[in-house]
Structure formats: structure tokens, C-alpha cells
């Protein structure tokens, strides 16, 4: 195998909780980690964007892991090889199934066939998410589809294009990608400096936005910034007066 299996967006974890989903799926919870296959003869780890680490640990002999590193524990959530032998043709269920049976030092993803009732279970106590997958499907053609809780945060507006009503934001002054999300009358009050509240899928390791939508103006953390100017404006002109002595 040379490829992680690809995960699509389906939406949002409260979503997932009022979302009548197909029969046929399973649901695994979504671990906040990198993404990695275990080769678990040689303990190496193999990720996108060039990621390489290794685990001293003991592992099942013959076995290739698909899961995510937190910290120095890896959460496998997929069987690749078994006793040698590429499983990625056979059926997520058979290959869950078999997981299951494999003792080593990693964790196993929990996984249920009652979709929403995963996705419930996961937001009630604050999780990141749920991946829902095929359980008929081969690895590579297993339709995943993760829902992540939805993130918001305050931004300042650094440059407006009204024609495509997006705006590129600012976090702690430095560039968090482009929203979108403005109707005509927002997009024409978002000045270069406003602040205001986004609601996005993540915010990436480099800093970005994943599909930042605008929600709301934020007037009262203007007002602060505007009372904040004026007493430092205050002070200056105060500290350029002559003594009186």
C-alpha cells in the first residue's frame, strides 16, 4: 500500500447526531492525532506530508496498522496486512473483525453500526468527531466521510473582496486563509480591522481556516479596541506636555 485511504467532509458532529444514516454503515470515533500506517514488524511509522517516526513497542508480527500517533500511543482503526498477507481487498467488517482479535500495545478505535448513536455519545462528552465508512467496502473504496465538531473563533478582517463576498482573516496578526459566508449587506460592512466571529471545520497545523464561514460581527470587541486607542492616544499626548515646574 502506498496510499491512505481518503476522507471526504460530511458535515459537522451536530449533524451527525440528527442525521438518519444508511444501513450498511459503520461509524468509528474520530481520534485528534496524525495519521499513520504501523508497520508492526519494524515498529516504523509512515504518514502524509512526509511524517516518519517509530514506536519501541511490542506488536503483532506480520501486521500493517492504519490509525493515528496521540502523543506516543498509536489508535489503529484499520487492518491492512495480517500474517503478511495484503487484506485490503476484503471487507471493512472482516478486517474489523480481526483487529479486534490482535493483542499489541495500541489502542483499538471504538466502532458501532448505530451511527448517530456514536456520534451523540462522542459530542456529549466534548470528543473531536466520527468517520462513517461502508462496512461491505475494499480500503481504498470505503466512501469515509468524517464529522468533526465545529470550531468558533474571533478574527479580524484584513482585505474584502465583495465580488466573490469573501474576506481574509486575521488570527493573533497573522493571515488565517479566506471566509466566506457574507450577504451583500455583511460583506459591505466588513472594513479591513472589523472584528468578527467564524465558525470553521478545524484550524490547521499551519494556522488556516478550513472552510471558514462568517457568523457575526463582533461591535463589543471594537468597542474595546476603539476605547483601548483612545487612553493609549491619552497617555501620549499627556507624556508630550511641558511640566509645569
Known amino acids: 500500500m502506498k496510499t491512505l485511504a481518503p476522507v471526504f467532509d460530511g458535515g459537522t458532529l451536530a449533524d ?7 444501513s450498511g454503515l459503520i461509524a468509528q470515533e474520530k481520534i485528534d492525532g496524525v495519521r499513520a500506517w504501523l508497520d508492526c514488524d519494524t515498529g ?25 500517533m496521540v502523543k506516543d500511543t498509536f489508535h489503529a482503526f484499520d487492518l491492512l496486512k495480517l500474517n503478511g498477507q495484503d487484506v485490503t481487498g476484503e471487507p471493512l467488517g472482516w478486517r474489523l473483525a480481526q483487529l479486534d482479535l490482535l493483542n499489541g500495545d495500541f489502542l483499538k478505535v471504538k466502532w458501532s453500526r448505530d451511527c448517530q448513536r ?3 455519545e462522542v459530542n456529549e462528552r466534548g470528543g473531536e468527531g466520527i468517520v462513517t465508512k461502508r462496512e461491505s467496502s475494499p480500503y481504498l473504496r470505503g466512501f469515509w466521510k468524517r464529522y468533526k465538531r465545529e470550531l468558533t473563533i474571533d478574527c479580524q478582517v484584513a482585505n474584502v473582496d465583495p465580488w466573490k463576498k469573501s474576506a481574509e482573516v486575521l488570527i493573533d496578526g497573522e ?9 451583500d449587506s ?18 490547521t497545523q499551519n494556522g488556516k481556516l478550513r472552510h471558514g464561514r462568517f457568523l457575526r460581527f463582533r461591535k463589543d470587541k471594537e468597542a474595546v479596541d476603539r476605547k483601548s486607542t483612545r487612553l493609549n492616544s491619552s497617555h501620549s499626548q499627556q507624556s508630550r506636555m511641558p511640566s509645569s515646574a
Open 16 to 22: 451527525a447526531c440528527d442525521m438518519a444514516f444508511d
Open 44 to 68: 516504523r511509522l509512515t504518514g502524509r506530508n512526509s511524517y516518519r517516526g517509530s514506536l519501541a513497542a511490542s506488536f503483532p508480527a506480520g501486521c500493517v496498522l492504519d490509525g493515528e
Open 118 to 120: 456514536l456520534a451523540r
Open 175 to 183: 493571515s488565517a486563509g479566506r471566509i466566506f459566508g457574507f450577504s
Open 186 to 203: 455583511e460583506i459591505d460592512a466588513a472594513k479591513p480591522g472589523a472584528w468578527i466571529e467564524v465558525k470553521a471545520m478545524e484550524l
